[in-house]
């Protein structure tokens, strides 16, 4: 899908952001997750629990590399795997796996250990305002106003803003693989990104139709604020359809 906002100002001045409203984004939490992979489910029906959070914005970003052991993920996307693969080049790590799941594009962990999962959601709800942009996504009739806010604590950061479109429940049964006879559910599949625009610090504000961010597959759409270079995520919000 190629979203095409009409801008009602691409650059307007508005106040600060303040600390409470800084640190009230939700955390975002992408699960690397595979149908071929038997340590994967107990991680998807984590993630499962953090979507009923509303402090949490909780994504499943299937991967297609385990297709190879003998079943096609069925939800698995390319973009999702270079996705994966750029965060582990920034981690510096040599490798990816799953489940995997990356937090507020900063931290990652394996997604099956609740405690640890627990423990960097938290880490990163104390994040200082100076770390933190408002976005916010909400629907006005038929269209959908999407809002940045500025942060002169942050400094000289440019940031990417994505639109993220995923399907709220999927259930798959397997035939095939380290998985084969069971029958998998995930929770808000991402099946889209798309950039809509860029931000250099200062209040942004777009509004689009509704009827452009409907399309069949897709229950829900989010965005997310972050830095270029697949960095650290500065904000987030999340829209249901």
Same mark, same amino acid.
């Given at each position: 899908m190629?979203?095409l906002?009409r801008?009602? &100002?691409? *650059?307007?001045?508005?106040p600060?952001?303040?600390?409470?409203?800084s /640190?009230?984004?939700?955390?975002?939490?992408?699960?690397? /997750?595979?149908?071929?992979?038997?340590s994967?489910?107990?991680?998807? *029906?984590?993630?499962?629990?953090? &979507?009923? =959070?509303?402090?949490?914005l909780?994504?499943?970003?299937?991967?297609?590399?385990?297709?190879y052991?003998?079943w096609?993920?069925?939800?698995?996307?390319?973009?999702?795997?270079?996705?994966?693969?750029?965060?582990?080049?920034?981690?510096? &790590? $040599?490798?990816?796996?799953?489940p995997?799941?990356?937090?507020n594009g900063?931290?990652?962990?394996?997604?099956s =250990? $609740?405690?640890e999962?627990?423990?960097?959601?938290?880490a990163?709800q104390s =994040?200082?305002?100076?770390?933190?942009?408002p976005?916010?996504l909400?629907?006005?009739?038929?269209?959908?106003?999407?809002s940045?806010?500025?942060n002169?604590?942050?400094?000289?950061?440019?940031?990417?803003?994505?639109?993220?479109y995923?399907?709220?429940? *999927?259930?798959?049964?397997i035939?095939r693989?380290?998985?084969r006879? $069971?029958?998998?559910s995930? /929770?808000?599949?991402?099946?889209?990104?798309?950039?809509?625009?860029?931000?250099?610090?200062e209040?942004?504000?777009?509004e689009?139709a509704?009827?452009?961010?409907?399309?069949p597959?897709?229950d829900?759409?989010a965005?997310?604020?972050?830095?270029?270079?697949?960095?650290?995520?500065?904000?987030? &919000?999340?829209?249901d359809?």
């Amino acid at each position: 899908m190629t979203l095409l906002p009409r801008p009602l &100002a691409a *650059a307007v001045s508005g106040p600060a952001a303040s600390a409470a409203e800084s /640190t009230a984004m939700p955390v975002v939490v992408e699960l690397f /997750t595979s149908q071929g992979c038997s340590s994967c489910p107990p991680a998807d *029906a984590l993630l499962h629990e953090l &979507a009923e =959070r509303p402090d949490v914005l909780a994504l499943s970003l299937p991967v297609d590399y385990w297709d190879y052991l003998g079943w096609k993920d069925t939800l698995a996307s390319p973009s999702n795997t270079r996705r994966q693969k750029t965060y582990a080049a920034n981690m510096g &790590a $040599r490798t990816v796996y799953t489940p995997q799941m990356v937090i507020n594009g900063m931290e990652d962990v394996v997604g099956s =250990r $609740r405690g640890e999962v627990t423990g960097a959601i938290e880490a990163q709800q104390s =994040r200082p305002p100076s770390e933190v942009v408002p976005v916010s996504l909400t629907q006005d009739g038929n269209s959908v106003q999407i809002s940045v806010g500025a942060n002169p604590l942050i400094g000289n950061v440019e940031a990417t803003l994505w639109m993220v479109y995923f399907e709220d429940q *999927a259930t798959v049964e397997i035939k095939r693989g380290e998985n084969r006879g $069971r029958e998998l559910s995930y /929770t808000n599949v991402v099946r889209d990104m798309v950039p809509i625009g860029m931000w250099k610090g200062e209040p942004l504000h777009m509004e689009v139709a509704m009827e452009s961010l409907a399309s069949p597959g897709y229950d829900g759409c989010a965005l997310i604020l972050q830095t270029d270079g697949q960095g650290p995520i500065l904000g987030a &919000a999340k829209l249901d359809m």
